[in-house]
């Protein structure tokens, strides 16, 4: 097994062998979640510290789970709510929180890059729950895991992420990982909502669903951010779903088998048809949240193996 990380800021710095290590380990936590196993307790007399300074549902409430699970003690910090408002800046938010010693820090942010920022401040191990539009390194690993599950295998597959690519951190964090397991990429969505360069990438760039869905094994459709965005990217929503918003329709141009993937929160009859993200034939959108359970898990193990490691026995860090 290997896997050297001190911190999972994103999946850029990984190695592919570190990203099956991480899917071994949440493929057999994902079993034992179906069993209703209890798990060791191996984060017992760790502190795990949830700083969420953007909204989240799946992801804060995966992450709480995941390290109940494994017996830390799990605190959430409403950062949205709190100090950020005040003008709290993050070097004064680390110093805080190295007074308060948690061993796991989860952090979502609105801006790229802050994350990493925090984690060169703070004497823990941090995980990147999404900084802005640069990474959200545990949503791509339990895609991987999703995709490796129903499909066998995660090499050689033609994936097809559709939509708003240019706002979406998942977008990117799934075009590096997927990229270093060698699939074949295809982006698909209107000029506007692709980000400039793209194509150095690896991928192949479509504007039109028909083309670009053929034959793939995998659709991966995103949510039309509009949080990120400051004008008219789209003409309407109504045309939005027209051209790029996935129906039965579209879906029949990818494989017979392919299987549709959304990270969420689903816009319904923006992004996709709620008849498709509904279909428990097609859709594997409820067994990537299970998914995701699992490789936090296994991501939090992994990187509390290399803390306890890297530390001297009074704990400071060596
Ligand atoms: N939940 C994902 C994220 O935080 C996807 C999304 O919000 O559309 O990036």
Known sequence: MTFRQQHLLGIEPLHPSEITTILDLADSYADQNRRNVRHEPILAGMTQINMFFENSTRTQASFELAGDRLGADVMNMAMQASSIKKGETLIDTALTLNAMHPDLLVVRHPHSGAVDLLSQKVNAAVLNA??????????????ALTIRRAKGRLHRLSIAICGDIAHSRVARSNIM???KM???I????PPTLMPSGIADFGVEVFEDMEE????VDVVMMLRLQKERMDGGFIPSEREYFHRYGLDAEKLQF????AIVMHPGPMNRGVEIDGNIADDIN????QTQVEMGVAVRMAAMDLLAQNLRAARKPDGVMV
């Open 212 to 215: 670009g869905l053929r034959d």
């Open 186 to 189: 295809r982006l698909i969505g």
């Open 282 to 285: 097609r859709s594997v959108i």
């Open 182 to 184: 060698e699939n074949r």
């Open 254 to 257: 990818a494989k017979p088998d």
């Open 177 to 179: 990982l997927l990229g």
């Open 130 to 143: 999404g900084d802005g539009r640069h990474e959200h390194p545990t949503q791509a690993l339990l895609d």
